[in-house]
């Protein structure tokens, strides 16, 4: 099956064509022109996309959003399926408050379980960094930290002399002890944000096989990866689309078991 998956964020939406692990004709879209009502710039965009669909998935983070989205997506044939933790078909939430696991991270989740195997800690980069840990009982919950943009914009606002950095300024930042105000935010930033994601995998690591399980997979997404030290490449599998990748599964398991019924 081909999916039309759409991951609504923050301030981006980010869209493709999805079957199985291919995602192919991605796109990014202003959340905010779904602030009013709904985008026919947007159904304009996607419209050469979904006459190859057999139906469209989403997940939002925007709640505010979604009806001016489902309103945009009107005009097309193909059933629109909207990922929430009641729709999660396959996947078990071992989580006291279900209802406020973010979709995208759900999604996450799921792309995880099926592709990757379980245990796995998906470590999602965005402008916060967001762990997600799925055992052999299913979504157990995770960590939210911020991201390297938080990080550096903070700096910058909160101190009257220090400018902010740009996530292209913090690539390939060499050796361990500034040498002028710039480099010192730089080494400050790039090794930190390294380092607290390292002592959280760890700790995640050490709890998930003290209580028996296997060592996990560990995979990365979004959009802060290369802002990483060299060796996370050998800590983790970087996977670019893996949001909507598990949107694609959600919606096909949650058609077989509609069929099955």
Known sequence: MNHLCIDVGNTRTHYGLVTGQSVRSTGHFPTHHFDAA????????????????????????VPAINENLRASLAGFNPPVFHLTH???AGLKL????????GQDRIANA??????FGTPAIVIDMGTAVTFDIVSSQGYEGGIIAPGLAVMTKYLHEQTALL????AEDLLNVEGAIGKSTIHAMKLGVAVGFSGMIDALML????????????????????????????DWAQKSRF?????????????RRKASETEST
């Open 38 to 61: 709904p985008s026919k710039e947007f159904a304009e965009l996607i419209a050469p996309l979904i006459t190859h669909a057999d139906d469209v998935s989403f997940c939002s983070v």
């Open 86 to 88: 009641k729709s999660c």
């Open 94 to 101: 071992v989580y006291p408050k279900p209802e406020e696991i």
């Open 110 to 115: 799921i792309a995880a379980q099926e592709f």
């Open 163 to 166: 400018p902010e950095l740009k």
């Open 203 to 230: 700790k995640v690591t050490d709890e998930l096989q003290n209580r028996g399980e296997a060592k996990p997979v560990v995979l990365s997404t979004g959009g802060s990866f290369p802002n990483l030290t060299k």
């Open 239 to 251: 996977i670019e689309n893996l949001t909507l990748m598990g949107l694609g599964v959600a919606a």
